[in-house]
């Protein structure tokens, strides 16, 4: 029972005790994660780049960074209201410039227009999705041809949370994931071991092919 209270909460943290706790956990934990992913897709000043599942900000403020032109903007989208509302809060200004715009909305129901965005990235997000391949269109449809999408994680601490029946289903398999990339349109698809200080990670790359 506890098991499939953590894992609801971190798919879909609510404003509640356990949610703030969550928030706490995921800011502290994916810090690493969200900046390396950030790193790791190459975003350039003047693209349109894309947060899936941005929880409390930290990537869209890692990315909002890089995006020095004028041309240059932010999404991010997260299903959790509670992680939505706490983003748009740490991002105020940027969103109020036009710069940033969060959406509380599906990942697999975008209210983005087709091929409009030329970088994606996300961490600890995809085991989440309840239908990986209606996840990964949605995402392949929004993306520009040629576009890069990443996803970063830590594979041992996935597993370890599968085991005990935190991460529902099988989703939480990268092999899985990376089979409905695939599906989707997406190619080059590939996971690599990366390290940061004393930490390994994992970094999983896509093309939106067109």
């Not at 209606?134 to 890069?148: A, C, N």
């Not at 529902?168 to 398999?173: K, T």
């Not at 590939?190 to 994992?202: A, G, N, S």
């Amino acid at each position: 029972m506890w098991a499939e209270k953590v894992g609801k909460q971190l798919g879909h943290p609510t404003r509640s005790v356990a949610g703030w706790l969550i928030s706490r956990l995921l800011t502290a934990r994916n810090q690493v994660l969200e900046e390396n992913a950030v790193q790791l897709c190459g975003i350039q000043p003047g693209d349109t780049v894309l947060e899936l599942g941005h929880g409390p900000g930290l990537g869209l403020q890692s990315a909002a960074k890089l995006l020095t032109k004028p041309t240059g903007r932010l999404i991010g989208v997260d299903y959790s209201e509670y992680m939505h509302q706490m983003a748009k809060e740490r991002m105020k200004e940027l969103v109020a410039s036009g710069k940033v715009t969060v959406h509380h909305c599906d990942v697999a129901a975008m209210p983005l227009a087709d091929s409009t965005v030329d970088k994606v990235f996300h961490c600890n997000c995809y085991y989440f999705w309840p239908d990986l391949r209606k996840g990964t269109s949605e995402i392949h449809r929004v993306m520009k041809p040629g576009g890069l999408m990443v996803t970063t994680l830590r594979l041992h601490h996935v597993a370890t949370l599968a085991a005990k029946r935190v991460m529902p289903g099988e989703n939480w398999r990268p092999e899985a994931y990376m089979a409905a990339l695939r599906d989707s349109g997406f190619t080059g698809v590939r996971i690599e071991d990366k390290q940061h200080k004393h930490i390994t990670f994992q970094a999983i790359y896509a093309t939106a092919s067109k």
